[in-house]
């Protein structure tokens, strides 16, 4: 089962930030929270992640609680393209851990 | 960075035969994973799949339907036998990049079966 909550969907006007948040409250100490997103059924795209420190690349900031019960995935500046469901996983950081996909939530941006 | 390539990308085939769906990465991995993801829900692990050993299986998902083959480190087979209508979903195989990085997908294959 996953280990995340997300709410189902949330709607954000193009060129403002998006946050999306996520619970994670029995995370373990060694497992780190990812986000990947998928856009109308394609492949997902990794997006970011992080441990316990806040994460920041070219596509999105992530957020971690103090606690690391919960995060949030900001999109600064949201476009049209940014729509797509977004979902927030926790695992252990290297390889040989599968990936439990929850429901996500579905991000739409409007214009 | 691992690109993947998936075959074929959809298809439509009949209740009772077999698909045989390809993946191949352009860089040797240890492990890969295939993945069904069913109308209008999330992904959900089918099994993992090692070179040189036979591939592990979530719950709920059996070898003879779903039999994987993975005869080297850039290659492998799902194929989803005996198909029925409830088994149209997009299959998608899955690699990790390595230590502490992300995993990557392929397009995926969207699978009908009328």
């Known amino acids: 089962d996953a280990k995340t909550t997300q709410p189902p969907s949330m709607d954000c006007a193009e060129g403002r930030a998006a946050n999306l948040p996520c619970n994670h409250s029995t995370i373990s100490g060694n497992e780190y929270v990812y986000w990947y997103r998928q856009i109308h059924s394609q492949g997902p795209q990794y997006i970011i992640h992080g441990l316990k420190n806040n994460e920041t690349n070219e596509m999105a900031s992530l957020i971690i609680t103090e606690d690391r019960k919960s995060s949030t995935l900001i999109l600064p500046h949201a476009t049209l393209r940014d729509t797509a469901v977004y979902y927030c996983i926790v695992r252990v950081g290297w390889g040989s851990e599968k990936l439990v996909f929850g429901k996500g939530t579905k991000l739409t941006v409007n214009p | 960075s691992a690109v993947i390539s998936q075959k074929p990308s959809r298809d439509i085939c009949q209740r009772g035969t077999s698909l045989t769906i390809q993946c191949q990465v352009d860089?040797?991995?240890?492990?890969m994973f295939w993945y069904r993801q069913q109308p209008g829900q999330s992904l959900t692990l089918i099994a993992t799949a090692n070179q040189g050993s036979e591939a592990t299986y979530e719950s709920g998902f059996v070898i003879d339907k779903f039999p994987i083959s993975r005869p080297n480190l850039t290659f492998s087979t799902l194929t989803v036998s005996n198909m029925s209508p409830e088994d149209s979903s997009i299959y998608l195989c899955?690699?990790?990049?390595?230590?502490?990085?992300?995993?990557?997908f392929g397009q995926g294959t969207r699978l009908t079966v009328v």
């Open positions: 899955s690699v990790e990049g390595g230590v502490n990085t992300e995993a990557f």
């Open positions: 860089s040797q991995v240890t492990m």
